[in-house]
Each structure stands twice: as C-alpha cells, then as structure tokens.
C-alpha cells in the first residue's frame, strides 16, 4: 500500500509538494497580505518565520482570518 504524503490546512489534506514555505503557501491562497494569524503544529507562528518555515508532511496548519467588526 502506498502512503501519500500530506499536510492539513485548516482541517482539510493537501498533498506535500517539497520546499513549500508557509509564505509561499498563504501566496498561492490570496492570503499573503491579509491579517491572518497561523498556527503550526498548535504554536503560533509569528510573520517573521513564515518565509523560513517549511511545510513537512503531518503539518497541521490552521489560517485564522482577523475580522474586524464594530
């Protein structure tokens, strides 16, 4: 049986492609410059370290949006 390398965002399997950046991936989403909060793995994960921090099969990547109400 083959296991097919995947990562979770927010709830949902994607496959793993190798050198896929958390900031490469919140581009390919639309999401780069919105106000978005990431957890990784359950740890936040601070915008400094987006670019540097790569993707690995069995991530758990959740993209909480900020929304902004009054």
Not at 11 to 22: A, C, F, K, N
Request: aromatic share 10%; glycine share 10%; hydrophobic share 40%.
């Amino acid at each position: 049986m083959t296991q097919t390398l995947a990562f979770w965002l927010n709830g949902e399997t994607h496959p793993y492609r190798p050198e896929l950046s958390v900031a490469a991936l919140l581009q390919e989403l639309g999401w780069q410059s919105k106000p978005v909060v990431i957890e990784y793995n359950g740890e936040i994960l601070h915008r400094p370290y987006w670019a540097n921090t790569a993707v690995q099969p069995g991530d758990k990547i959740e993209v909480v949006t900020i929304v902004g109400g009054g």
